[in-house]
């Protein structure tokens, strides 16, 4: 188990301000929560806190990065994608300004505030966006290799955090600045693509399903825009199955893109993906929260049997 | 454009003007702005008009710029909030040499790079897409801290109408600024108190206006400035230079649909297309206008 994402997403962003001058990081009043209040302490002249008002958080960052700063605006996801959307696609993408947006608290991880702080559905705002990159890591290092990404773009790119700690999943650094799925575990009989803290859960998954002779052939996605299809559908057509699992709406999340690429290519497998269906998050402890929501090892072990049988 | 105009424009950068020349080309703007309107059959005409004035005393006067290097980086920044007077910014941009005069016929033609709003990578001399109101001044912000970090101090300006202060997102940024003391930025409100489907009383009255950016901690000016003249924008400027580089607004009483006895005043002309007949009527009274400010040069 690593240190929570968004830690190690914050002590990044300080460790890396030296030698990125152009950085500068804007919070909207959460910079203890996002943990950017880090690297506010060690770049206090380059950090901003503009209150509880994304809509202006985004803007200014918009305005710094036209004069050749690139800034990293870092607050709640659900705050970011709705609250502040108007702004990312006007003056960030629309203009396709360098800008990192850094949504922390993504999918349930805000479990116990409910679900009017849970971001279910920034995943689909943010990548129908023109000019804008998606990104969400499945581990703290992962999380710190999106920002190194993020900061050699010329556009803006989004990455999901999450507030909590999850185990570390082992990731070559080329392959990820590549952008391509980072195949975890070697199988034959199914192919399960993931990410976010899904994607140890399919790790764990796969471990269990070997026992009873299926061999999972695992996938960290951690960038859904652009979207490395082609690897998950070789595979899938290798296994003749996929499996996805997200911390999202079914409706515009990971599952949704591929779908998007398989309804013109074709896609010789079968298919499932556990998802959010059409309904809000609740109050809860974090772990029981998302299996109540269908994010365990025990539902993606149940479903890829039923995807085998 | 008038031999007279073509002088002038060619002093651009080398010269100050007088507030009789600035007001002269800002009436040939004018009726520039109007032909190529009604030639499109779409665009704003109501808030383009009123800030014909303003737009140019900027341009001509006030603006550290070099049309020939538009990403100059120690330029100073222009934000136009209330992105719909596109068909004023462009005109003004043109004029000022950021990219021929011809090309302003093209506005909102499909596969002109004169986009319907401000768009930043599309046009030369445009700092900021805009077009949906409230953003220009969070923007503009955002842009003269840059200015301070990097050391260059150019000074940033961003032109509002009513509309982008009925954004919340205005306030924030008022706020915002105010909390850091913000040098280098200027607000300016072409405040021709009407909006699109009605006047701002009923509307959404902002008055008063001056009390609230005060009280959001904002310096404005005392002397009334009529912004649909050059003389009192040229005071308003020497206003601008002898007071504190603390965050500044100056409000300008304008008015919408300035020029044309029809539209002045009028909701209905904020976008409304300039058919022949108003075209006939309208051209007559801005063309009167410029010979007039003409002959006074």
Not at chain 2, 35 to 55: F, K, M, P, Q
Request: glycine share 8%; net charge negative; with cysteine.
């Amino acid at each position: 188990m690593s240190m929570a994402m968004r830690e190690a997403f914050g002590k990044h962003m300080a460790a890396i301000g030296k030698d990125h001058p152009e950085m500068v990081v804007l919070d909207a009043d959460v910079s203890s929560s996002t943990k950017s209040a880090l690297f506010g302490k060690a770049f206090p002249e380059r950090f901003f806190n503009v209150g509880v008002a994304e809509g202006n958080l985004a803007g200014v960052a918009a305005g710094l990065s036209t004069c050749g700063y690139h800034p990293v605006i870092n607050a709640f996801a659900i705050f970011l994608s709705l609250k502040s959307t108007d702004q990312i696609r006007n003056d960030m993408c629309y203009n396709s300004l360098p800008c990192v947006i850094a949504g922390a608290y993504g999918g349930l991880s805000d479990s116990f505030d409910g679900a009017s702080h849970q971001a279910i559905e920034d995943i689909a705002i943010f990548r129908s966006l023109p000019n804008m990159e998606v990104i969400v890591p499945s581990d703290a290092h992962q999380a710190e290799l999106a920002l190194d990404y993020a900061l050699t773009r010329k556009n803006p790119v989004y990455i999901r955090l999450n507030r909590n700690a999850m185990p570390d999943i082992d990731t070559d650094r080329d392959t990820f600045m590549a952008g391509k799925a980072i195949k975890m575990r070697d199988g034959k009989d199914i192919t399960i693509a993931a990410n976010g803290i899904t994607a140890s859960y399919a790790m764990e998954a796969a471990e269990e399903l070997s026992k009873v002779g299926i061999e999972a052939e695992v996938f960290s996605v951690p960038f859904i825009k652009p979207l490395d299809a082609e690897t998950l559908f070789a595979s899938a057509e290798k296994t003749g199955r996929l499996l996805t699992v997200e911390e999202h709406l079914l409706a515009g999340g990971f599952a949704s893109s591929l779908a998007e690429v398989a309804f013109r290519r074709g896609l010789n497998a079968k298919v499932d993906n556990i998802a959010f269906e059409d309904k809000f998050g609740e109050t809860g402890p974090y772990i029981d929260l998302l299996a109540k929501y269908g994010i365990s090892k025990e539902n993606i072990v149940e479903r890829a049997k039923a995807l085998i049988k | 454009m008038s031999d007279k105009l073509n002088e002038l424009l060619a002093d651009a950068g080398k010269r100050r003007y007088s507030a009789d020349e600035l007001a002269f080309m800002a009436a040939a703007f004018r009726e520039n702005m109007f032909t190529v309107l009604h030639e499109r059959g779409t665009g704003h005409w109501g808030g383009s008009a009123s800030s014909a004035e303003l737009t140019t005393c900027l341009y001509f006067d006030r603006l550290n710029i070099d049309p020939k290097n538009p990403r100059w980086e120690d330029r100073d920044r222009f934000v136009l909030s209330k992105g719909h007077a596109s068909v004023n910014l462009y005109t003004v941009l043109a004029a000022r040499g950021f990219f021929p005069q011809e090309d302003v016929h093209s506005f909102r033609k499909l596969g002109s790079y004169l986009q319907g709003h401000p768009a930043m990578n599309k046009i030369p001399g445009v700092d900021m897409s805009t077009g949906a109101l409230g953003h220009g001044i969070s923007v503009a912000v955002g842009m003269a801290l840059a200015s301070k970090l990097s050391g260059k101090n150019y000074k940033t300006y961003v032109m509002t109408g009513e509309g982008c202060l009925n954004e919340g997102q205005s306030w924030e940024a008022l706020m915002f600024a105010a909390k850091e003391k913000v040098e280098n930025l200027v607000l300016l409100v072409d405040y021709n108190k009407v909006q699109l489907d009605g006047t701002e009383d009923e509307i959404m009255p902002l008055e008063p206006l001056k009390e609230k950016l005060e009280a959001f901690g904002w310096l404005v000016n005392d002397e009334k400035y009529d912004g649909n003249n050059t003389a009192d924008i040229l005071k308003s400027f020497e206003w601008l230079d002898s007071t504190p580089n603390v965050p500044k607004c100056v409000i300008y009483d304008t008015i919408k649909g300035k020029g044309v006895d029809f539209s002045e005043g009028k909701n209905t002309w904020h976008g409304a297309v300039i058919d022949d007949e108003h075209y006939e009527v309208g051209i007559k009274q801005l063309r009167k206008d410029k010979e007039e400010k003409e002959a006074r040069l």
